[in-house]
């Protein structure tokens, strides 16, 4: 037995499948040149981002999770790879010893002020393809 959609669900429907496939193609065309160019991906390059605009202090690791939206154990792998790469540097905090702040590095900024020209190049002109 099958139903009918109203034409407004086919219509919701098919505005978020053209969505996904517009994120999709914008993302895809993003991962592949921020690895080549910079070594990163979208998820470490969003995540040095948000943290460039934390002040010197850095961010809870907490707060990058929400921000990010990434599990918690799948950002700590993450802040690990920036962090082995120089890109980060982590400590805890000194109210909270099972709070840990991640902070950007000069080596990290450089690398990130690279990444946001491809960035913008990217998503000029796929923005306007997709």
């Known amino acids: 037995m099958s139903f009918a ?6 219509s919701l429907a098919s505005e978020w499948r053209d969505l996904l496939a517009r994120h999709a193609r914008v993302n895809a065309a993003l991962e592949r040149e921020l ?3 910079h070594r990163l991906s979208v998820t470490e390059f969003e995540a040095l981002s948000r943290l460039a605009e934390k002040d010197g202090d850095g961010c809870r690791l907490q707060q990058l999770v929400d921000d990010i939206h990434m599990s ?8 690990g790879r920036l962090h082995d790469e120089g890109l980060v540097h982590r400590r805890t905090c000194s109210d909270d010893r099972r709070g840990i702040f991640a902070c950007i590095t000069d080596e990290g900024r ?3 002020a690279q990444a946001e020209v491809t960035q913008a190049d990217v998503l000029a002109r796929t923005l306007h393809d997709a």
């Open 35 to 37: 690895q080549r160019d």
């Open 110 to 112: 450089e690398r990130l």
């Open 5 to 10: 959609m109203p034409n407004t669900d086919v």
């Open 72 to 79: 918690q154990s799948a950002l700590s792998r993450l802040i």
